[in-house]
């Protein structure tokens, strides 16, 4: 099995990400990191990669909205995450059709994907986890950040001025590192993990630090994916549904 994460941006003039975990045990137990993207822009070459790098069975883990039926103010969803996890600064951010007046492009990329053989369904049964399968759903990483981690409130990388993003990342770094290969199921920390996690952010600034928010994303968006496949609902949740938008989470019983 391999594990995508993708954080997508919401339209083709800004670069997205993609990061690509492996099992190396029958029962999942660990996974590598065994490739990453920093900067890919069009549906089509977005599409080419998912597609090579899943020839047998795959969990991709989208960081962006994959049904949207408002036109316009929250999804549901939306509303709840941030009810949820609005105390902890790790509300979702509102999600309507006004936003994507050029449509969906989520929406799209997962009709794509059908074609392929994958399946939009979030909801992993505890009979299914841990099987061979080709899946695709929505998630969110900062309440996974808080969950997951820990956290009192969510981690400030992504707004603010360059050092502050700065000092973010590198909390999010050490953070991915020491709890990623200590969770089960765990990552490997090879070289190719460190290699990734140990870059020097203190010269970053613009895009360079931009592209490497958005891998870092995607590196935890694939674990996400990986967690929910090993778990099921044993430890993940689905919150909001099918008709007006959902995102998978950890369940936060866990924290």
Same mark, same amino acid.
């Given at each position: 099995m391999r594990f995508i994460g =993708? *954080?997508? @941006?919401?339209?083709?003039?800004?670069?997205? @990400?993609?990061?690509? =975990?492996?099992?190396?045990?029958s029962g999942g137990a660990s996974a590598r990191l065994v490739d990453f993207q920093e900067r890919m822009q069009t549906d089509e070459t977005i599409l080419d990669y998912l597609i090579s790098m899943s020839p047998d069975g795959a969990c991709l883990a989208i960081d962006a909205p994959? %049904? &949207? #039926?408002?036109?316009?103010?929250?999804?549901? &969803? *939306?509303?709840e995450v941030t009810r949820l996890f609005g105390r902890y600064g790790a509300g979702a951010h509102p999600c309507n059709l006004k936003k994507f007046p050029h449509g969906v492009r989520g929406e799209r990329l997962v009709? !794509? =994907? @059908?074609?392929?053989? +994958? #399946?939009?369904?979030?909801? %992993?049964?505890? !009979?299914?986890? #841990? !099987?061979? /399968? !080709? #899946? &695709?759903f929505e998630v969110?990483?900062?309440p996974a950040h808080v969950v997951l981690f820990h956290l009192e409130k969510r981690l400030l990388y992504k707004k603010g001025d360059v050092e502050t993003r700065r000092r973010g990342l590198t909390l999010l770094q050490g953070k991915l590192f020491e709890e990623l290969t200590r969770l089960k199921p765990h990552l490997q920390a090879d070289k190719k993990l460190q290699t990734l996690l140990r870059r020097d952010v203190s010269t970053m600034r613009g895009r360079a630090l931009k592209a490497y928010e958005d891998t870092l994303d995607? =590196? +935890?968006? @694939?674990?996400?994916?990986?967690?929910?496949?090993?778990? $099921?609902?044993?430890?993940?949740? &689905?919150?909001? *549904? /099918?008709?007006? $938008?959902?995102?998978?989470?950890?369940k936060r019983s866990r924290q």
């Amino acid at each position: 099995m391999r594990f995508i994460g =993708l *954080d997508l @941006a919401w339209g083709e003039r800004n670069n997205t @990400a993609a990061a690509v =975990l492996e099992s190396t045990s029958s029962g999942g137990a660990s996974a590598r990191l065994v490739d990453f993207q920093e900067r890919m822009q069009t549906d089509e070459t977005i599409l080419d990669y998912l597609i090579s790098m899943s020839p047998d069975g795959a969990c991709l883990a989208i960081d962006a909205p994959l %049904i &949207v #039926r408002n036109p316009e103010g929250a999804r549901p &969803v *939306d509303r709840e995450v941030t009810r949820l996890f609005g105390r902890y600064g790790a509300g979702a951010h509102p999600c309507n059709l006004k936003k994507f007046p050029h449509g969906v492009r989520g929406e799209r990329l997962v009709e !794509k =994907l @059908a074609r392929h053989g +994958f #399946r939009h369904q979030p909801l %992993i049964g505890l !009979k299914e986890r #841990r !099987k061979v /399968m !080709k #899946r &695709v759903f929505e998630v969110y990483p900062h309440p996974a950040h808080v969950v997951l981690f820990h956290l009192e409130k969510r981690l400030l990388y992504k707004k603010g001025d360059v050092e502050t993003r700065r000092r973010g990342l590198t909390l999010l770094q050490g953070k991915l590192f020491e709890e990623l290969t200590r969770l089960k199921p765990h990552l490997q920390a090879d070289k190719k993990l460190q290699t990734l996690l140990r870059r020097d952010v203190s010269t970053m600034r613009g895009r360079a630090l931009k592209a490497y928010e958005d891998t870092l994303d995607s =590196l +935890f968006c @694939a674990y996400i994916g990986l967690y929910h496949w090993y778990w $099921g609902e044993e430890r993940s949740e &689905v919150v909001g *549904d /099918m008709q007006t $938008g959902y995102i998978v989470i950890p369940k936060r019983s866990r924290q």
